[in-house]
């Protein structure tokens, strides 16, 4: 049975991604792509993604800050990409599959694009990613995320390594009393259309 505390933090989370969702899904689209593009930019001209040979990215939905630049880039430069695929019929657990070019996208989990089925995961625990981008409803300076609330990400990165975790959002998805769990997973950089920052 869940403590009186447990249940405050639920709930205070609950409000904090309705509100975030509200504000991406109703921001003006001209200011949202500028942001998008800005942030991508950001990251893209650091030392962390330069020197990386393998990246992590995610499709964005829902009004989430776009990797479409990055994932262009990271072709272009011969770096390994890798995309999350929800695993059917395994609840809240996902894998990251190699891509190698945006035909190996199609429509999964939820409506969002991800490999396809034919193309084969890695292992977690055998696999150390250089920069994993990682999407978030709300994130503290001090690399606290929240997500959506499958845990997703929190189970994946329990159980393998990347050199950097990168928040990206917009920068109104910042919070500073962000409550979160002893599970949920951390960020070792933020990424904001104001730029990176390492935590």
Aim: glycine share 8%; with cysteine; proline share 4%.
């Amino acid at each position: 049975m869940a403590t009186v505390q447990e249940n405050a933090l639920a709930e205070k989370k609950k409000e904090l991604r309705q509100r975030m969702r509200n504000l991406r899904m109703h921001q003006d689209v001209a200011k949202a792509t500028a942001s998008s593009l800005a942030a991508q930019k950001a990251l893209l001209a650091s030392p962390i993604w330069l020197k990386a040979g393998s990246v992590f990215l995610y499709q964005a939905t829902q009004g989430e800050i776009a990797t479409d630049l990055l994932f262009a880039d990271a072709l272009a430069s011969k770096k390994s990409v890798f995309f999350p695929r929800v695993r059917k019929n395994e609840c809240g657990l996902m894998d990251f599959v190699e891509v190698y070019g945006p035909d190996d996208l199609v429509s999964g989990a939820y409506g969002i694009m991800e490999p396809h089925p034919s193309l084969a995961r890695i292992a977690p625990e055998d696999y150390i990613c250089d920069v994993a981008v990682i999407p978030g409803v709300a994130f503290s300076s001090m690399g606290a995320r929240l997500g959506f609330g499958g845990g997703f990400y929190d189970r994946y990165f329990a159980r393998t390594r990347a050199k950097a975790l990168v928040g990206f959002c917009y920068s109104f998805q910042m919070a500073e009393d962000l409550a979160i769990a002893p599970w949920d997973v951390s960020m070792t950089h933020i990424c904001t259309e104001c730029g990176l920052m390492a935590v």
